[in-house]
């Protein structure tokens, strides 16, 4: 059974950095490219970076380029997300997903984490 689970969300101030972790299962990581999205109160969920299997290629939102970092371990079937110079748009519940193809939808037979949340305030 497909599983992720997002760790590393918290209270922030604007400016400040967070590194957010995904823990994947029940497919083979190193085969599938790799996604991170975020969904705000009231708003539909966006995709915010993505990674192919062998992190050879990236690819971010514009309203993240710059700040936001991804990347995995495949040892440790794990993808991160680095963010930095933090916003309070970027405030939201933060997912991971993964697709065969790094042109993909990345909703892996409709499973998805509990998500982690980031608040950016003061």
């Known amino acids: 059974q497909v599983q992720f689970v997002e760790s590393g969300g918290g209270l922030v101030q604007p400016g400040g950095s967070l590194r957010l972790s995904c823990a994947a299962s029940?497919?083979?990581?190193?085969?599938?490219?790799m996604s991170w999205h975020r969904q705000a109160p009231g708003k539909e969920r966006e995709l915010v970076a993505k990674i192919t299997s062998g992190g050879g290629m990236k690819n971010y939102a514009d309203s993240v380029k710059g700040r936001f970092t991804i990347s995995r371990d495949n040892a440790k079937n794990t993808v991160y997300l680095q963010m930095n110079s933090l916003k309070p748009e970027d405030t939201a519940v933060y997912y991971c997903?993964?697709?065969?193809?790094?042109?993909?939808?990345?909703?892996?037979?409709?499973?998805w984490g509990q998500g982690t949340q980031v608040t950016v305030s003061s």
């Open positions: 029940g497919f083979t990581f190193s085969g599938y490219a």
């Open positions: 997903n993964a697709d065969q193809t790094y042109y993909g939808v990345f909703n892996l037979r409709g499973y």
